[in-house]
């Protein structure tokens, strides 16, 4: 199997975290090496990503983080995961995984903050030119349900803070994406139990990966 880079997408608790382990499974499947498997999430993924993780989550009360300054953030973090990570195991042949990419800047900064469209194409043309995901996976969870099982788990960060409107908007972001997108995305209802969500996407990406 050639290269890809596969991205899963979707609200907090989605089950993100939990699809990776399915998505390498259906891999492994189409008989791909653990050792050719690469995981990666955003923002993070390399160490100075990590770093920017930790400011972006912080929800420090001595500054606001101005939304287009989180909006380049996540940029400088992206850019640093896909030029010293992605890319170099993409020609290397390895299949990447990602926890998160672009669409969720599109519907977080773009739905969710308000920031234009044309600012964040802008952006990602002068940071990653066109680079983009071979395939997106959309957990589409309903917020109230997703926001519910991220709060089970305890301390909220700075953007989980945002009310439900917030995430509202952000899930009609994700599914305008999914609508412009047929040929590259897969859509999952995430809000089954976890046996149901994981046999859905098993199914949708085995007979993708058939027509690969
Ligand atoms: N962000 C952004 O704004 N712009 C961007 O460009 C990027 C990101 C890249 C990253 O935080 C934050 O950055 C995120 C978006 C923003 N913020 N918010 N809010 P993160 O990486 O820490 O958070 P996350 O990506 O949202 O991860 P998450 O909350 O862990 O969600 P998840 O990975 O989709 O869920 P999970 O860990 O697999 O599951 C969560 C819990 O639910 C866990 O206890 C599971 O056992 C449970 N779960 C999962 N599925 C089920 C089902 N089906 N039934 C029952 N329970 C379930």
Request: contains cysteine; hydrophobic residues 40%; aromatic residues 6%.
């Amino acid at each position: 199997m050639k290269s890809m880079f596969v991205v899963i997408e979707g609200l907090e608790g989605a089950g993100k975290t939990t699809a990776r382990e399915q998505v390498k499974s259906i891999f492994l499947e189409f008989g791909v090496e653990p050792s050719d498997i690469k995981d990666v999430r955003e923002p993070g993924g390399t160490p100075l990503s990590e770093t920017l993780r930790n400011i972006i989550k912080d929800d420090r009360d001595d500054e606001t983080l101005v939304d287009v300054s989180e909006l380049m953030l996540f940029y400088v973090a992206r850019t640093q995961l896909v030029v010293n990570v992605i890319q170099p195991h993409l020609r290397a042949g390895c299949i990447v995984i990602g926890d998160r990419h672009d669409w969720s800047t599109i519907a977080y900064q773009g739905g969710g903050r308000g920031v234009p469209k044309e600012k964040i194409s802008l952006l990602k043309s002068i940071a990653i030119d066109d680079f983009e995901p071979d395939l997106y996976i959309f957990m589409d969870v309903d917020p109230v349900v997703g926001l519910e099982r991220a709060r089970g788990r305890g301390a909220l960060d700075r953007i989980e803070k945002m009310d439900l409107s917030f995430f509202i908007r952000a899930r009609e972001s994700f599914l305008e994406l999914v609508k412009e997108n047929p040929r590259k995305s897969i859509t999952v209802d995430a809000n089954g139990s976890l046996d149901a969500v994981s046999s859905e996407l098993k199914i949708k990406l085995r007979e993708f990966l058939k027509h690969v």
